[in-house]
């Protein structure tokens, strides 16, 4: 029966040439489909051919060496993973973290008139050099050489201001900067920055109604309130339905951007299928970009946060990112040692890439993304400005109404924190501050190496505000959406 069978079997039948029963199998030897059937065949045809007459002869069943196979470790299987989701970590890596590099190009391809690159190839207005806190006899010796205020932003919550000085005609930016310093060796000069956003929405920017009103008031003050530095708010959207926003900037017009909505929306949207950080807390939104193609410098930066602490808001969320600044330094510093708490986002450049700021400036809560294996996103900037770690993919938000969008990117991590750090502070104070942090320290789950490290800084907080985006748009079970209402 078996002389038809094919040499790559190794299991012995009766009626095999000498030799070839009993021999072992050897490890790699390939088992032929057209072997198999005939075994089988074989097998047939001695069941049930000599069954009536005589029992099956004992058939010794090959003896097989013991293959040790690898053990499966966690390396092994985030090699599975990263195998299988490989495709977006490396569409994320290199979609986001070239992404603000994509955007500065475009920047200076359509707005040529009116930006330029610093010397490290960051964005900055052309002709523009910010002041911050200049004195008169400076401004007075700025005018002598040629300069002109183009304006000035009084920061009362910060007791300084900011003056941006436009140079001489025919005075390229550097020389005026050069100029200027060598004027004032004591003063504190910079070119006048553009700050983006850290995450990707995909959506374009979209005026809102001018006449637009905020969704209904409530009666009472809400306990928590939170700061946000970004694109205007869409307030109309369902998620901010009972909330009180109070906005700023762009002559008090309504100018509703994806990325401002989607962050605020983090912060404080609610509805049955969606909650922010701290959903019952009052926002007080100043929008840097008014949508303006070359908006996000460094002057409207600095003068939303000046306002934001005059309004005594405790913590202040900029999920922007640029380089330094010794203007936003200055705000940042000052805004800091009065008790508030700057929560920014670390940005998206890649972990090998420089800091970006305000994130890398002493005593700021640079927040980091993860995804939903609480691995941190490909993308994000690593270093010692890392102080938390928070969901920034595989996540919904609010984008302009009425939709919702998944987002990505470390963005979209720093307002969590942001929600959460609020929830600890009702007005600002350097000891309720530290002690805030300290807290949420405390409840932060140890990823990565063992205790503070570069990449997840303390460790993971608000791993719960995670929205999947099939639950915004679809909708969780019934049971999970009691409760959900703004209260």
């Known amino acids: 029966m078996c002389n038809g069978c094919e040499k790559g079997m190794r299991v012995a039948c009766a009626g095999a040439p000498p030799g070839r029963a009993g021999r072992q199998w050897r490890v790699g030897t390939v088992i032929r489909p057209r072997a198999v059937?005939?075994?089988i065949a074989a097998v047939a045809a001695l069941g049930f051919g000599q069954a009536a007459s005589a029992q099956l002869p004992a058939v010794q069943l090959p003896n097989l060496p013991r293959v040790d196979l690898p053990a499966v470790t966690q390396t092994a299987t985030d090699?599975?993973?990263?195998?299988?989701?490989?495709?977006?970590?490396?569409?994320g890596v290199e979609r986001l973290a070239d992404l603000r590099q994509l955007r500065i190009r475009e920047l200076l391809r359509t707005q040529r008139a009116n930006v330029e690159r610093d010397p490290a190839g960051a964005p900055i207005l052309r002709a523009e050099i910010v002041a911050f806190s200049p004195t008169a006899a400076a401004l007075d010796n700025a005018r002598a050489a040629g300069f002109t205020v183009?304006?000035?932003r009084v920061l009362e919550g910060l007791d300084a201001r900011v003056v941006v000085l436009r140079a001489p005609e025919n005075m390229s930016t550097r020389r005026a900067l050069s100029r200027?310093?060598?004027i004032d060796p004591n003063g504190a000069y910079d070119f006048n920055h553009i700050y983006l956003d850290s995450g990707d929405v995909e959506a374009e920017v979209s005026p809102a109604n001018a006449e637009q009103t905020d969704r209904s008031t409530p009666t009472e003050t809400a306990a928590t309130r939170i700061g946000l530095v970004d694109g205007g708010v869409d307030a109309t959207h369902p998620v901010f339905e009972g909330a009180l926003i109070h906005r700023h900037g762009c002559a008090d017009k309504a100018i509703a951007s994806a990325h401002g909505t989607a962050v605020a929306s983090l912060l404080i949207g609610r509805s049955e299928r969606f909650h922010g950080a701290a959903p019952d807390a009052e926002l007080y939104a100043a929008d840097v970009y008014c949508g303006l193609a070359d908006g996000g410098a460094v002057d409207a930066v600095v003068e939303a946060i000046s306002?934001?602490?005059?309004e005594r808001v405790p913590v202040i969320?900029?999920?922007?990112?640029?380089?330094r600044n010794v203007a936003l330094e200055g705000a940042v510093r000052a805004v800091i040692a009065r008790g508030f708490i700057i929560v920014a986002a670390v940005g998206n450049d890649g972990p090998a890439s420089p800091p970006l700021y305000p994130a890398a400036y002493p005593g700021v809560v640079g927040v980091t993304g993860v995804d939903a294996r609480q691995k941190a996103l490909v993308e994000a900037c690593r270093g010692p400005q890392v102080t938390f770690a928070a969901p920034g993919a595989d996540m919904a938000a609010a984008l302009?109404?009425?939709s919702f969008a998944a987002v990505r990117g470390t963005s979209f991590a720093a307002p969590i924190v942001a929600g959460l750090l609020a929830a600890r502070m009702r007005e600002p104070d350097a000891r309720a501050a530290r002690q805030a942090v300290a807290e949420l320290v405390s409840q932060a789950v140890d990823l990565g190496a063992k205790g503070v490290d570069e990449t997840y800084g303390n460790g993971?907080?608000?791993g719960a505000i995670r929205t999947e985006p099939v639950v915004a748009l679809v909708g969780p079970p019934a049971a999970t959406v009691a409760g959900s209402a703004r209260r």
């Open 37 to 39: 059937l005939c075994a």
């Open 79 to 91: 090699t599975v993973t990263g195998t299988v989701n490989g495709v977006t970590d490396r569409l």
């Open 150 to 152: 183009a304006r000035e």
């Open 180 to 182: 200027l310093r060598a």
């Open 307 to 310: 306002w934001i602490a005059r």
């Open 317 to 323: 969320n900029v999920s922007l990112v640029g380089p």
């Open 400 to 402: 302009l109404a009425p």
């Open 460 to 462: 993971l907080v608000g």
